[in-house]
T-cell receptor, first 114, second 113 residues
Framework: DSGVTQTPKHLITATGQRVTLRCSPR?????VYWYQQSLDQGLQFLIQ???????AKGNILERFSAQQFPDLHSELNLSSLELGDSALYFC?????????????FGSGTRLTVV | DQQVKQNSPSLSVQEGRISILNCDYT??????FLWYKKYPAEGPTFLIS?????DKNEDGRFTVFLNKSAKHLSLHIVPSQPGDSAVYFC????????????FGKGTKLSVIP
């Protein structure tokens, strides 16, 4: 157990729907990162929050949004889902803001859009 | 445009031998490199890292080598063990305080007993 908790582990939904993925960071970590791993692809950075504030954005679609709450858990909202959004979504956390010390990843949420 | 490339999707090695996983990058701004290991149904786990001010970093059976002029790094595992069978991701960041890692697509290592 890495200490980063992601729920749900699996999600199957239809095109056009909206889903929310949840992440609880490791105790003491202030930064949360979201990554997407599509089939046969590396992990693609989506967005980072630090202590409730958005810090960096990567290749995140406008249909996707995220937030970090006062208790530091984070949610990734995916709307108007398309078949191509099917992927593994990983959350990671770190103590500081940067990637310098490396991340601790959760086990991911597998999203299947049908 | 892939900035971090792992050109070998898979690698098979006999138990006890050396495993060498390679990674190339194109972005000269990258100055910190990490290797992650991933087992099925789990998230990636940090393995070892190296700063661009070094050319080698060792941690037990794992050694990472960095060749900045060639924009190439490699992970050596000696001796390889069946438990090392996993997907290995190379990742890079651009500077302390950088907020994102750029990952390669991964290399699946199979260590044969």
């Amino acid at each position: 157990d890495s200490g980063v908790t992601q729920t749900p582990k699996h999600l199957i939904t239809a095109t056009g729907q909206r889903v929310t993925l949840r992440c609880s960071p490791r105790s003491g970590d202030l930064s949360v990162y979201w990554y997407q791993q599509s089939l046969d692809q590396g992990l693609q950075f989506l967005i980072q929050y630090y202590n409730g504030e958005e810090r960096a954005k990567g290749n995140i679609l406008e249909r996707f949004s995220a937030q970090q709450f006062p208790d530091l858990h984070s949610e990734l909202n995916l709307s108007s889902l398309e078949l191509g959004d099917s992927a593994l979504y990983f959350c990671a956390s770190s103590v500081g803001e940067g990637a310098w010390s490396g991340y601790t990843f959760g086990s991911g949420t597998r999203l299947t859009v049908v | 445009d892939q900035q971090v490339k792992q050109n070998s999707p898979s690698l098979s090695v006999q138990e006890g031998r050396i495993s060498i996983l390679n990674c190339d990058y194109t972005n000269s701004m990258f100055d910190y490199f990490l290797w992650y290991k991933k087992y099925p149904a789990e998230g990636p786990t940090f393995l070892i890292s190296i700063s661009s001010i070094k050319d080698k970093n060792e941690d037990g059976r794992f050694t990472v080598f960095l060749n900045k002029s060639a924009k190439h790094l490699s992970l050596h595992i000696v001796p390889s063990q069946p438990g090392d069978s996993a997907v290995y991701f190379c990742a890079a960041s651009a500077g302390a305080g950088s907020y994102q890692l750029t990952f390669g697509k991964g290399t699946k290592l199979s260590v044969i007993p």
